[in-house]
């Protein structure tokens, strides 16, 4: 199975509201290595590595509208952007 890696800015208000660590779990949950980071300008970037499908999977639960998973915070929108692995071990807030 390739392995793929997705990066995805989340905007709206998602620092300072458990997002990262919420994004954690469910990452982990599906077998994901990356890590959350918040970013200056008020946005988190989500960097996940595994099979596309599990990565589709965090990317839908990243735009879920309205959350039916109690995703902390509120998401305007989610840019994603797709590459080859670099080889991610575990998962991480930054």
């Keep these: ?3 793929e890696r997705m990066t995805a800015f989340v ?8 997002f990262r660590w919420w994004t954690r779990s469910r990452a982990l949950e599906l077998g ?3 890590h ?7 946005r988190v970037q989500v960097v996940a590595e595994g099979p596309r499908e599990k990565c589709e999977e965090l990317l839908g639960l990243l735009n879920e509208q309205p959350s039916t998973t109690r ?4 998401v305007d929108l989610v840019v994603e952007q797709w590459a080859a692995p670099k ?6 807030e930054r």
Excluded: Y
Aim: no cysteine; proline share 3%; net charge neutral.
């Design 11 to 18: 905007h709206g208000h998602v620092q300072g509201v458990g």
């Design 32 to 34: 994901l290595s990356g």
């Design 36 to 42: 959350a980071t918040n970013l200056r300008d008020g």
């Design 1 to 3: 199975m390739a392995l």
């Design 87 to 92: 080889g991610e071990s575990g998962f991480i």
């Design 71 to 74: 995703r902390p915070g509120t």
